[in-house]
């Protein structure tokens, strides 16, 4: 099958892979695991570890289920390499390689990725990586659909993780988010950037505890990281529960006010007494311009002292 640019939409290609949504916290069976010697990391069930979330559950053409980088042992990341799972037409697996390290990075600490572009038969995909001492997250969108097209989201941490202990006040989060936004109807894919900022609440629900934030300071880079606009919006990241079983914080709503964007946003608390939360987020919407675009994008904030 000859796929170019704008041709198949998503709803088709739901023929050829998996089109579902799954718990994002499954078995804890295979936390921190490698993937096995033979299933290759484009291939098999992807990631089921507790330790890790992905954007399966907030939308369904976001099917990317496994995320692995690999670092190739120098100060240089420029042979650093991203692979993801799931994704169709990405021309990566075990033995092709993966997602390519491209300059320059995202200016707050975001890397961009790349899938190697082929000439028949593949579309490229772009993605957004960032690691802290706790966790790793990452996003990945492409503009060679006819629609929004496949993507996804992760949020992982490194080993299990707790939440901050109980006391009065609210626990304060900061940190950086980035996303990878495409524009339905035309192949333009972009880069939005932002600071994040959560305050945690362990006591205030009875064996519950909240999580609420926004996003600020957003700005938009084009496909070659390239500055465009300063966005005027703030995302609101509306009040979700903790699940103190897994140290995870529950799917609830996110939006821009009247600005168009809506959607929804997950976290994971990352470290040993909850010192980071590691999130994403799925917007969709008119947003500044005048055709729908998707965003996702995923972000690592920390408290203060981390």
């Given at each position: 099958?000859?796929?170019?640019?704008?041709?198949?939409?998503?709803?088709?290609?739901?023929?050829?892979?998996?089109?579902?949504s799954?718990?994002?916290?499954?078995?804890?069976?295979?936390?921190?695991?490698?993937?096995?010697?033979?299933?290759?990391?484009?291939?098999?069930?992807?990631?089921?570890s507790?330790?890790?979330?992905?954007?399966?559950?907030?939308?369904?053409?976001?099917?990317?289920?496994?995320?692995?980088?690999?670092?190739?042992?120098?100060?240089?990341?420029?042979?650093?390499?991203?692979?993801?799972?799931?994704?169709?037409?990405?021309?990566?697996?075990?033995?092709?390689?993966?997602?390519?390290?491209?300059?320059?990075?995202?200016?707050?600490?975001?890397?961009?990725?790349e899938?190697?572009?082929?000439?028949?038969?593949?579309?490229?995909?772009?993605?957004?990586?960032?690691?802290?001492?706790?966790?790793?997250?990452?996003?990945?969108?492409?503009?060679?659909?006819?629609?929004?097209?496949?993507?996804?989201?992760?949020?992982?941490?490194?080993?299990?993780?707790?939440?901050?202990?109980?006391?009065?006040?609210?626990?304060?989060?900061?940190?950086?988010?980035?996303?990878?936004?495409?524009?339905?109807?035309?192949?333009v894919?972009?880069?939005?950037?932002?600071?994040?900022?959560?305050?945690?609440?362990?006591?205030?629900?009875?064996?519950?505890?909240?999580?609420?934030?926004?996003?600020?300071?957003?700005?938009?880079?084009d496909?070659?990281?390239?500055?465009?606009?300063v966005?005027?919006?703030?995302?609101?990241?509306?009040?979700?529960?903790?699940?103190?079983?897994?140290?995870?914080?529950?799917?609830?709503?996110?939006?821009?006010?009247?600005?168009?964007?809506?959607?929804?946003?997950?976290?994971?608390?990352?470290?040993?007494?909850?010192?980071?939360i590691?999130?994403?987020?799925?917007?969709?919407?008119?947003?500044?311009?005048?055709?729908?675009?998707?965003?996702?994008?995923?972000?690592?904030?920390?408290?203060?002292?981390?």
């Amino acid at each position: 099958m000859y796929l170019t640019k704008r041709i198949f939409s998503v709803s088709a290609l739901c023929l050829l892979t998996a089109c579902g949504s799954t718990n994002p916290f499954m078995d804890d069976t295979n936390d921190n695991a490698p993937p096995s010697d033979n299933v290759p990391p484009d291939e098999g069930p992807g990631d089921t570890s507790s330790n890790s979330l992905f954007a399966t559950a907030l939308n369904e053409d976001l099917t990317m289920n496994s995320l692995e980088y690999r670092d190739n042992g120098t100060v240089d990341p420029s042979d650093d390499t991203l692979l993801i799972n799931n994704l169709p037409f990405d021309n990566t697996n075990e033995s092709e390689g993966g997602y390519t390290y491209t300059e320059p990075p995202l200016p707050n600490g975001f890397s961009r990725y790349e899938s190697p572009i082929v000439p028949v038969g593949e579309v490229q995909y772009f993605a957004v990586f960032r690691r802290s001492g706790y966790a790793q997250v990452g996003a990945v969108a492409s503009g060679d659909y006819a629609s929004y097209g496949y993507g996804g989201a992760a949020a992982q941490r490194f080993d299990a993780a707790g939440v901050p202990a109980e006391r009065a006040e609210a626990y304060s989060f900061s940190g950086e988010y980035a996303a990878v936004r495409v524009t339905d109807g035309t192949d333009v894919v972009e880069y939005v950037t932002g600071e994040v900022n959560l305050q945690a609440d362990i006591t205030d629900f009875d064996n519950i505890g909240a999580v609420v934030g926004d996003i600020t300071n957003r700005q938009l880079y084009d496909v070659n990281g390239n500055q465009l606009l300063v966005l005027t919006d703030v995302v609101n990241l509306d009040v979700a529960e903790i699940d103190f079983s897994n140290a995870a914080i529950r799917s609830s709503d996110a939006n821009n006010g009247s600005g168009g964007l809506s959607g929804s946003w997950q976290g994971i608390f990352a470290g040993p007494n909850g010192e980071e939360i590691a999130g994403i987020v799925v917007l969709e919407g008119t947003a500044e311009k005048p055709n729908p675009v998707r965003e996702t994008g995923a972000f690592i904030a920390a408290q203060p002292d981390n």
